[in-house]
């Protein structure tokens, strides 16, 4: 059974620049879920995709938005970066709801915004 | 709306004594609640869960925690603690159904283990 994977591991990017991070969910999983990360802080809720639409989203501005692929992978895109978007980001992929209830997490991509 | 409250941003204890994570949780439905552990530069593992049923949940590494409705905790306890304990703890509930199935998760609990 393969975990959930994301790409790339770190990231630079300086301010106004945009950026896309990569998740692959774990076998048999079809929902993502994206969260953010900062220093210090629990991880807050951005989005979550389920057989690729958006199916709930946190207090995030519009410039954060996300893909779901048919296989279940899912990208999310931050345009306009900010410095307080630097942060660690990690994706949780799960079962649907009434299947599951537990989200597991990759590794996450630690993204520096200068 | 749910939201859960960890009492202690740093936690230390020497290496062989009982470790105690406290976590209280906010929630209009039945909770579903969570602990996961953070290693340095690594995402979010999963230590136990309580979803219905016993609640008194055993989890990897010798941890436990026991949901206590009339006091809405879920506190978290190893009865002795080992080096490799040292890490972020976050607790976490369930979000209701119009909440997009988030986690809301505490601001973590940092556990250095003292030799």
């Not at chain 1, 106004?16 to 953010?36: F, K, P």
């Not at chain 2, 105690?20 to 953070?38: A, D, E, G, H, I």
Request: proline share 5%; charged share 15%.
């Amino acid at each position: 059974e393969t975990g959930v994977t994301q790409s790339p591991t770190h990231l630079i990017k300086t301010r106004g620049q945009q950026v896309t991070l990569r998740c692959s969910s774990q076998s048999g999983h079809n929902t993502v879920s994206w969260y953010q990360q900062a220093l210090g802080q629990g991880p807050q809720f951005i989005f979550q995709y389920y057989r690729e639409e958006e199916n709930g989203r946190g207090n995030f501005p519009p410039r954060f938005s996300g893909l779901q692929f048919p296989n279940y992978s899912s990208e999310l895109n931050v345009n306009a970066l900010e410095l307080d978007d630097s942060a660690l980001y990690l994706c949780a992929s799960s079962l649907p709801r009434v299947f599951g209830e537990t989200q597991y997490f990759g590794p996450g991509t630690r993204l520096l915004v200068l | 709306a749910q939201s859960v409250t960890q009492l202690g941003s740093h936690v230390s204890v020497s290496e062989g004594a009982l470790v105690l994570l406290r976590c209280n949780y906010s929630s209009s439905v039945p909770p579903y609640l969570f602990w996961y552990v953070q290693y340095p530069n690594q995402g979010l593992q999963l230590l136990l869960k309580y979803t219905t049923g016993a609640t008194l949940v055993k989890g990897i590494n010798g941890f436990e925690a026991e949901f206590k409705k009339s006091e809405t905790s879920f506190h978290l306890t190893k009865p002795s603690a080992h080096m490799s304990d040292a890490a972020e703890y976050f607790c976490a509930v369930r979000g209701e159904v119009n909440t997009g199935n988030q986690f809301y998760f505490g601001t973590g609990t940092s556990l250095t283990v003292i030799p």
